[in-house]
């Protein structure tokens, strides 16, 4: 193994989160795991960053994320597609409610929340914002509150930790985070004999300035348990093995 950096782990936790995917449109479903360019955003909202600056200046950052698939909470809203017709300086009292508004433009949005999300994410920045973006989560000190997909649903940050990570030479390894697909080759018949329930999904990695997004399939464990796998992009830390997204 040879040493590459430090890294560092922490727990992203909440009541809510809602990570919409891209192709969904009235009813709006959510990746079951944090998307890189949501964490990009995170650790974006710690250190500062513009919400367009930070996937650029942030982009060779290596990240991981595991955890457990949370249930889902279908919440409905209806939301105006237009402002309400102001009211006027006096109102009389012979002012009915339909002659004081206008008729009303509106969608009916159904999301989908994830109820207790629960991960742990490991994160190695570049320089020189990994120093002070570990001093910041140590001190629960940010410029903007960090979130959970919607700037409503606030995450906790817990158990932050600091660690080498070393990178391993190609073989199979019971991979503790999300893979990337094309980088490796899951043991299936493994998975089938524990029950594991492992989920391929597509989500974003990249995205530019101009909200043109890049996506990438990645194999993540419903239970929380390691995927075994074949894999020549495999990292140790402490006594995990991790893939970066």
């Known amino acids: 193994m040879t040493v590459v950096d430090t890294i560092v782990r922490f727990r992203l936790s909440g009541r809510f989160a809602h990570f919409a995917r891209a192709e969904t ?17 995170l650790i974006g909202a710690v250190l500062g960053l513009a919400k367009d600056e930070a996937p650029v200046v942030l982009d060779p950052c290596d990240i991981a994320v595991a955890g457990l698939a949370a249930r ?14 102001a009211l006027p ?6 002012q009915t ?3 004081a508004t206008k008729p009303e433009k509106a969608s009916l949005i159904i999301q989908e929340w994830l109820w207790h999300p629960d991960y742990t994410v490991w994160a190695r920045l ?10 910041r989560l140590r001190q629960g000190r940010w410029h903007f509150s ?11 940050i817990s158990e932050v930790h600091e660690a080498s990570v070393a990178g391993l030479p190609p073989a199979v390894y019971p991979v503790r985070s999300v893979l990337l697909l094309s980088s490796a080759t899951v043991d299936v018949a493994y998975a089938l004999e524990r029950s594991m329930g492992l989920h391929i999904v597509s989500m974003p990695r990249t995205v530019t300035p101009n909200r043109v997004f890049s996506h990438q399939a990645y194999v993540m464990e ?24």
Do not use: N
């Open 126 to 135: 570049p320089a020189p914002y990994h120093t002070e973006f570990v001093g």
């Open 146 to 156: 960090p979130c959970l997909g919607l700037s409503e649903m606030l995450a906790s």
């Open 89 to 94: 300086r006096q109102v009389k009292s012979s």
């Open 72 to 85: 889902s909470h279908w919440h409905t809203a209806k939301l105006r597609k237009d402002p309400p017709e």
């Open 25 to 41: 449109q009235t009813t709006i479903l959510s990746y079951p795991v944090p998307p890189r360019t949501a964490i990009l955003g």
């Open 97 to 99: 409610i339909d002659k």
């Open 222 to 245: 419903t239970q929380g348990m390691a995927i075994v796998a074949e894999t020549a992009a495999a990292y140790q830390v402490d006594d995990e093995v991790i893939m970066f997204l």
